[in-house]
């Protein structure tokens, strides 16, 4: 009798001890679950396009809405306003496919958000635009009457001083720098030290890296820009994204200067076109003899192919340390005699 009581209390205790264990199992599950849902509603809403953004610089702003409609408009220093209704889709990691509902613009945007910058670049027609996230909904209706006013009004109290968007209404300016077909479209380029490859796109007015734009203008030879770079912060607030380019001939070789609108020292960068690998490239020189920076490939998988490469039809800054070197080989050659 003592036996059967001793196993009857014996199977309850591992009965109940099974129960709990099965409980806290569950309960583990839940809250490793729940923190999944969280973390990933979080990272969701990190990367989430949905508000408005402004670009200032042009007078553009954009607007994007859960169901995947938007608008974007643009205030028109001269002619009329753009006011178009638009549609999105994420296609990548933080990248986007936008479709105007205009005539003018028959080709889809692609968007790239970094951050709360937005870069919408388009075909050789579309100048690469960059917005700013707002932190407040942006009516575009107040966005469009503002910019009216604050160019009208620009107009009266900087004299000569216009949107940038006018072709010859800012000082100094001669109006959009066509890039050469044969520079334009995407180039990748990988880093000699860690191999990653970063994305270089040429447009017809506009080169976009990595977290910069340059808008290409013509700069008048008889220009002074030096007393602009303190005394007149308007101009600055237009030109920030400008750049002044020049095509330069050397050897019978074309290149492609290119530096900051009110850049006072400093050679800019060079782009020009080489042969390597039986293949067309992009050689980005920079210095006082255009020494090589770094080398575009079409494609992603040559970039990183040839990341180390040297190509002996090339100049590189360490070909000035190896002439120095032959120079004082030769030096040491003649004292010797």
Known sequence: MKNRVFIFLLVGFLVLTMAGCQSQIKQEKGSNEQARI??????????????????????????????????????????????????????????????????????????????????????????????NKTKNKLNLDDFLSNRKVGNSTSSKANGDVKNSKSTNSIPGDEGLFDMPNELRGTWYLANESDGSVSKLI??????????????????????????????????????????????LSENGESKINVRGWLQGAGAGEYYNLATEHGQKVLVIGGGAEAWVDGIGWKNKTDAEKYAKEKFSDLHYREDISLENNDDSDSATTNDEN
């Open 38 to 131: 969280i973390k990933k509603t979080k990272a969701n809403k990190n990367i989430s396009i949905i508000g408005s953004y402004r670009d200032d610089a042009d007078g553009a702003a954009i607007a994007f809405n859960s169901d995947h409609t938007g608008r974007y408009v643009y205030a028109d220093p001269k002619n009329s306003d753009t006011d178009d209704q638009l549609t999105w889709k994420k296609t990548g990691k933080n990248t986007y496919i936008i479709r105007l509902n205009d005539s003018d613009v028959s080709s889809a945007l692609t968007a790239k958000l970094t951050g709360s910058t937005l870069v919408i670049s388009g075909d050789g027609d579309w100048n690469t635009e960059t917005f």
């Open 202 to 247: 040429i447009d017809k007015n506009t080169i976009t890296g990595e977290g910069f734009v340059e808008k290409l203008h013509k700069m008048s030879n008889n220009f002074d820009f030096t007393s602009y770079v303190q005394e007149h912060p308007s101009y600055q607030d237009m030109t920030k994204d400008w750049a002044r380019v020049v095509v």
